[in-house]
Nanobody, 123 residues
Framework: QVQLVESGGGLVQPGGSLRLSCEAF????????IGWFRRAPGKEREGVSC????????HYADSVKGRFIISRDNARGTVYLQMNSLKPEDTAVYYC????????????????WGRGTQVTVLS
């Protein structure tokens, strides 16, 4: 059974940091791009960052560039999102998703999604 499990969310002061983890079960992890998405209350889902499987090429939304760092440990089947200099507008539920096309462009659907982890940055 395929499962993506996010962890690491929480409550943090502005300027603080959190590290999210996305652990995958039941897939050939190396062959999937893993993306992080977020949905804030009353807003559309937004792509935050993505990393391809084999080459590890990274992508970031302009809103998080320079503050967030995505990485992956293929041996552990885990992708991390290090979030620094957090702002109140980063408050959202963060989801990870696995794309079997190794695609971070958003033009192909991700096959598997986690249930999300809440990140709240106090204002």
């Amino acid at each position: 059974q395929v499962q993506l499990v996010e962890s690491g969310g929480g409550l943090v002061q502005p300027g603080g940091s959190l590290r999210l983890s996305c652990e995958a079960f039941g897939i050939s992890f190396d062959y999937y791009a893993i993306g992080w998405f977020r949905r804030a209350p009353g807003k559309e889902r937004e792509g935050v960052s993505c990393i391809t499987g084999t080459a590890g090429v990274t992508h970031y939304a302009d809103s998080v560039k320079g503050r967030f760092i995505i990485s992956r440990d293929n041996a552990r089947g885990t992708v991390y999102l290090q979030m620094n200099s957090l702002k109140p507008e980063d408050t959202a539920v963060y989801y990870c998703a696995a794309n079997g096309y190794q695609d971070c462009s958003g033009s192909t659907p991700s096959a598997y999604w986690g249930r999300g982890t809440q990140v709240t940055v106090l204002s």
